[in-house]
Nanobody, 117 residues
Framework: QVQFVESGGGLVQPGGSLRLSCAAS?????????MAWYRQAPGKQRELVAA???????NYADSVKGRFTISRDNAKNTVYLQMNSLNSEDTAVYYC??????????WGKGTLVTVSS
């Protein structure tokens, strides 16, 4: 059994910042997994926002490059997403997952980020 619990979302003004956390638990070897943050905006498909390998290499969607930073703490089985310079297009429910598990039923409930004045 695998569980992801996302937290840290909320209401923020345009230009503001938030830090999301995702704690993983269950029968996992977190430290060796490539992990990712995804988001799903109202009426849109879920998209990958940022990913990080076990060695710390990162990649980002073009829409968030230079504004978002993904990181991880393997000792805590946790992945983070620092989001700066937020705008209304960042409004979405944010999820974390292992990309290899996208088609499996391991998705958490997500955390809602609302960017609005």
């Amino acid at each position: 059994q695998v569980q992801f619990v996302e937290s840290g979302g909320g209401l923020v003004q345009p230009g503001g910042s938030l830090r999301l956390s995702c704690a993983a638990s269950g029968s996992i070897i977190f430290s060796i997994y490539r992990m990712a943050w995804y988001r799903q905006a109202p009426g849109k498909q879920r998209e990958l926002v940022a990913a990080i390998t076990s060695g710390g290499s990162t990649n980002y969607a073009d829409s968030v490059k230079g504004r978002f930073t993904i990181s991880r703490d393997n000792a805590k089985n946790t992945v983070y997403l620092q989001m700066n310079s937020l705008n209304s297009e960042d409004t979405a429910v944010y999820y974390c997952n292992r990309p290899r598990w996208e088609n499996m039923n391991y998705w958490g409930k997500g955390t809602l980020v609302t960017v609005s004045s």
